[in-house]
Nanobody, 114 residues
Framework: VQLQASGGGLVQAGGSLGLSCVAS????????MGWYRQAPGNQRELVAG???????NYADSVKGRFTISRDNTKKSVFLQMNSLKPEDTAVYYC?????????WGQGTLVTVSS
């Protein structure tokens, strides 16, 4: 099983970016999926999560700005990030729980300039 994340980049404050993550391998479904981020010198933190039924949860710092969604048929999870702030700068990782095991993507860098 592999998770492949994409979509990071450089954006000005106030701009938008979208992240994607697709799970591949001999799997038929995924359970919880989510996005985490880690800024230099900080611990990895939850940004947003989504259950298999679509229930979502967000870090307070991103509520109202970020939207997580998933496509179960494509075993994918997405993160739409709007109104980005310099403090959103971090490496973003996708995470998936598949058959009780936790998998992480390779990380994609998001840099927000002021």
């Amino acid at each position: 099983v592999q998770l492949q994340a994409s979509g990071g980049g450089l954006v000005q404050a106030g701009g938008s970016l979208g992240l994607s993550c697709v799970a591949s391998g001999n799997i038929f479904s995924t359970n919880g999926m989510g996005w985490y981020r880690q800024a230099p010198g900080n611990q990895r933190e939850l940004v947003a999560g989504i259950g298999s039924g679509g229930v979502t949860n967000y870090a307070d710092s991103v509520k109202g700005r970020f939207t997580i969604s998933r496509d179960n048929t494509k075993k994918s999870v997405f993160l739409q990030m709007n109104s980005l702030k310099p403090e959103d700068t971090a490496v973003y990782y996708c995470k998936a729980v598949i058959y009780g095991n936790v998998y992480w993507g390779q990380g994609t860098l998001v840099t927000v300039s002021s």
